[in-house]
């Protein structure tokens, strides 16, 4: 009897360690596992994604700032040239030219006329230049075309004089000849040269007329 109750208490202990260990396997539950492995494995994408985004973020925000940082230098750049622009312009002096005559000298009295034809004329002017052929310009290399005058032996032929007559208008005329009766202390300050002597007396004399000496000689 005793003997049958060692044997029974056996049974039951072994059923008892039998249905401890069948039921802890049975309730372990693998989806449980796999969950939490799946969320592991989420937890770490996540992550990764995160420092990513973060990388980029501060990728995006650095750039920003480099492009901000270079507009600023660019606009420094600018307010330097301008300041600089505007310094220069206070160095520079404002020079302030003066007006330069061209008048040597200044004379008032009559102007008379004359030809080629005159009493006692050679078709030959003092200078040498032949006008006979009723030409009474001279082309000059500074002044041009001018007409042709009979002046005081104090001027050297080829004087430039400005002649300003109320008469006859202004006009450019170069001293080529001599008179009896032309220059200082004599009738008529200047005598003008016309293609003839009567066409010289039809234009009479200009009196109070200005003579401004541009030019001494050639």
Known sequence: MKKFTYILSAIITLSVI?????????????????VKR?????????????VNNKVIEDKETIDEKE?????????????????????????EEVVVSKPV??????????????????????????????????NIYYSDSTYGTVRILSGDKTYPFGTIVRVKSSSWGTFLAIVLDRGGGVGFGKTHLFDLLY???????????????VFEILRYGY
């Open 18 to 34: 039998c249905y401890v260990v069948f039921g802890g396997i049975h309730g372990f539950d693998t989806n449980t596992v796999k």
């Open 38 to 50: 799946d969320d592991k494995k989420l937890n770490s994408s996540d992550f990764l994604e995160y």
């Open 67 to 91: 492009e901000s940082i270079e507009k600023t230098e660019v606009v420094l750049d600018k307010e330097i040239e301008k300041e600089e622009v505007v310094q220069e312009e206070e160095k």
């Open 101 to 134: 005559s061209d008048v040597l000298e200044k004379q008032v009295g009559s102007l008379s006329g004359y030809g080629p034809d005159c009493k006692g004329c050679s078709g030959y002017l003092a200078s040498g230049r032949y006008v006979g052929d009723g």
């Open 195 to 209: 293609q003839s002597n009567s066409l010289a007396y039809d234009y009479g004399v200009s009196y109070n007329t």
